[in-house]
């Protein structure tokens, strides 16, 4: 079968990209090919595999070349983040709607020519939520919770979770939409998104860098781990949509966690003095944004296709150290604990 990731480039994609072709093949089918699609090129490791084809641009330039070819599934990860849609409205519209828009297109124009109706998974946000003053805003929410958006970044993912339930519901594509709660730990450098403190005051001290955190320690979260993340985007792929039970998006599973049962965490994994270089210091705006945040997401929908969320943040933390031990720089990441 052959595949395409957008954003194959990214921390997820490249992850998702690593599972898939370790395991070799996808609801059954032998995965032949590999396309990742990105601004930026894939790390090496992709590249080095034989399978792999990359193509770099943006991606409202590279979808109209898409309808000349055969696609069975699509794993659609490419976006920009919520701080950058945030920053520059433009570039939001263009990265997210406009070019989500162009891909969906392609596909259609290539089912309409007798192409395979290729299945397709959105990476969704838990930023499709936030509260309303017309309604009671639940703080922990569900699948059927109503999404009410707070930011640009926001109203994009949940109006392409449109977009793709509707060029489902017309047959132009298998579609499903897959809302992705904060994945931590990120690694690398900080990125553009507002949620980015959620790994810095795990990574930072890791690396034996003092770290600043903008929101009190009673702020809690929906958070997963990079391969749980990775485990639900296939397993939403695999589903059937008898399994799924409708077109709409549903959640994934979250550990639903505050900052304080963060730092204990880190502090049980890594010891007190790595705690101790994280300093609280409130950062009005990005406390402002956190505040219309979901407090907690619940999953019914992924439980009942027999996703799970991690048991504990420990094991998130443990996790991201684990990764950095096999990563070529670990002695960077970790010296912190070293
Ligand atoms: N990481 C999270 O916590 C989180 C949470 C909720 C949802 N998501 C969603 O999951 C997906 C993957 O997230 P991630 O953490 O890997 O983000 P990421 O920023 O690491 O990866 C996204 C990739 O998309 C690429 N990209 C951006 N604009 C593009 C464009 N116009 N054309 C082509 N490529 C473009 C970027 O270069 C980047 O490599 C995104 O859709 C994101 O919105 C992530």
């Not at 109503?146 to 017309?170: F, N, V, W």
């Not at 553009?192 to 890791?206: D, K, M, N, T, V």
């Not at 009942?304 to 950095?324: H, N, T």
């Amino acid at each position: 079968m052959k595949l395409l990731i957008t954003g194959g480039g990214g921390f997820v994609g490249a992850r998702l990209a690593r599972t898939l072709l370790a395991r070799g093949q996808l609801a059954g089918r032998t995965i032949d090919r590999l396309v990742l699609t990105d601004i930026t090129p894939p790390p090496a490791d992709l590249l080095a595999d034989t399978r792999v084809e990359a193509r770099t641009g943006t991606l409202l330039s590279q979808a109209p070349a898409l309808q000349g070819e055969d696609f069975d599934g699509v794993f659609h990860l490419a976006s920009a983040v919520s701080g950058e849609c945030e920053l520059d409205f433009e570039l939001g519209l263009r990265s997210n709607l406009d070019s989500t828009r162009a891909l969906l297109d392609a596909l259609r124009a290539r089912t309409a020519a007798g192409g395979p109706v290729p299945r397709l998974v959105f990476s969704s946000s838990v930023a499709v939520f936030g509260p309303d003053p017309a309604f009671a805003w639940p703080g922990i929410v569900a699948d059927d919770t109503l999404p009410a958006p707070q930011t640009s970044y926001g109203t994009h993912k949940l109006m392409c979770e449109y977009l793709i339930a509707d060029y489902t519901r017309k047959g132009f594509l298998d579609g499903r939409s897959a809302r992705l709660m904060t994945v931590t730990v990120r690694p690398g450098r900080p990125n553009g998104a507002a949620s980015g403190f959620f790994s810095g005051i795990i990574r930072e001290p890791l690396a034996g860098i003092v770290s600043a955190c903008p929101v009190d320690a009673g702020v809690s979260h929906p958070m997963s781990s990079p391969s749980q993340t990775v485990d639900g985007l296939i397993r939403v792929y695999e589903a059937t949509r008898e399994q799924l039970g409708g077109r709409l998006a549903l959640n994934l599973p979250a550990l639903n966690v505050r900052v304080a049962d963060m730092l204990d965490a880190l502090e049980e994994v890594a010891g007190s003095q790595v705690r101790a270089l994280v300093r609280f210091e409130r950062d009005e705006r990005i406390a402002g944004i956190v505040a219309n945040w979901p407090s907690g997401a619940t999953a019914a929908r992924a439980a009942r296709l027999g996703l799970a969320p991690c048991r504990q943040f420990a094991d998130i933390i443990r996790e991201y150290i684990a990764d950095c031990r096999a990563a070529p720089n670990a002695a960077q990441a970790l010296k912190g604990i070293q």
